[in-house]
């Protein structure tokens, strides 16, 4: 059984910087999918990043339109954990941040609610302006 574990959440400042992390237990995070997700008050679930491990700089990664540019998914396989690093946070980026995981590659997964099995409690961040 995959357990994942948020945290880094908080509030900060438009403009300012979070990192979350996600600690996974119970399988190597090397074999699946992983993906970062939001969700606002009042509004569905969306994707926000994702990391799979391969390709020539070892890992995989696509990000949404709403978040390229700002935030940097990465993955340490040694410690079982993932990353989201957020840099120019604005008030829209205030949600329920969800890390997610699905076994194997990500090419066939979509990047949806829907495509992935397994889910951490979520951890909470708030972009004042």
């Known amino acids: 059984q995959v357990q994942l574990v948020e945290s880094g959440g908080g509030s900060v400042q438009a403009g300012g910087s979070l990192r979350l992390s996600c600690a996974s237990s119970g399988y190597p995070l090397s074999s699946m999918c992983m993906g970062w997700f939001r969700q606002a008050p009042g509004k569905e679930r969306e994707g926000g990043a994702r990391f799979s491990t391969g390709g020539a700089g070892g890992g995989i990664t696509y990000y949404t339109d709403s978040v390229k540019g700002r935030f940097t998914i990465s993955q340490d396989n040694a410690k079982n954990t993932l990353y989201l690093q957020m840099n120019s946070l604005k008030p829209e980026d205030t949600a329920m941040y969800y890390c997610?995981?699905?076994?194997?590659?990500?090419?066939?997964?979509?990047?949806?609610?829907?495509?992935?099995?397994?889910w951490g409690q979520g951890t909470q961040v708030t972009v004042s302006s």
């Open positions: 997610a995981a699905t076994a194997g590659g990500c090419h066939y997964v979509p990047f949806r609610e829907s495509g992935y099995k397994y």
